[in-house]
């Protein structure tokens, strides 16, 4: 491991086995938000998204663990959360899908198990992935309205929520 060195973003100090992986990311790395012997935090400049996935997926010991997305005022925060065995580190790297259009590009392709976590974040908050290889709907029924999001901040339940679709009858109400 290296010594530490510090961002010239933020001046947080970047240490151990975390601090070389951000380093590592070098211009792609906007700001450094936390570095510690364990847990890293940084933001990423959403248009190299897919080049930052792609390079940390290379990396020895990375596993892709999840994605979680967060609606922010200026859009939709992607939260990309990579485990580094067996160092037993997790490094988190942010990208602002930004309103009024909310697409980042889709790291599916390069990642393959983005693929499910990037549609479900499309059905539930509305992020828009650019080159996915299948946006069809994953969580929310086919007959759910289209922009209609459930996990953002602005949906209402009672307004917002469309109507259930009817009840089929049951198998033996339907014998002659």
């Known amino acids: 491991m290296s010594g530490v060195v510090a961002d010239s973003q933020t001046h947080v100090p970047l240490k151990g086995f975390v601090g070389e992986i951000l380093s590592s990311l ?24 897919v080049e930052v996935a792609a390079k940390v997926f290379k ?20 939260l990309y959360h990579w485990a580094f065995e067996p160092a037993g580190v997790v490094v988190t790297l942010k990208a602002l899908a930004a309103g ?27 992020a828009n992935f650019s ?14 309205p289209e922009g209609v999001y459930p996990l953002r901040r602005d949906f ?3 307004t917002d929520r469309p ?9 033996e109400e339907s014998l002659p």
């Open 26 to 49: 070098g211009d792609a790395v906007v700001v450094v938000e936390q570095c510690d012997e364990r847990r890293g935090m940084a933001r990423i400049d959403p248009a190299r998204t």
């Open 59 to 78: 990396m020895d010991g990375a596993r892709f663990v999840t994605a979680t997305g967060i609606d922010v005022r200026d859009g939709i925060d992607v």
């Open 100 to 126: 009024p259009d909310i697409t980042l590009d889709s790291i599916a392709n390069d990642v393959p198990a983005a693929n499910w976590i990037e549609r479900e974040m499309h059905d539930l908050l509305g």
């Open 131 to 144: 080159n996915h290889p299948d946006m069809r709907r994953l969580i929310l029924d086919d007959s759910w």
């Open 156 to 158: 209402d339940q009672v």
């Open 163 to 171: 109507p259930l679709p009817p009840v089929p009858p049951a198998p």
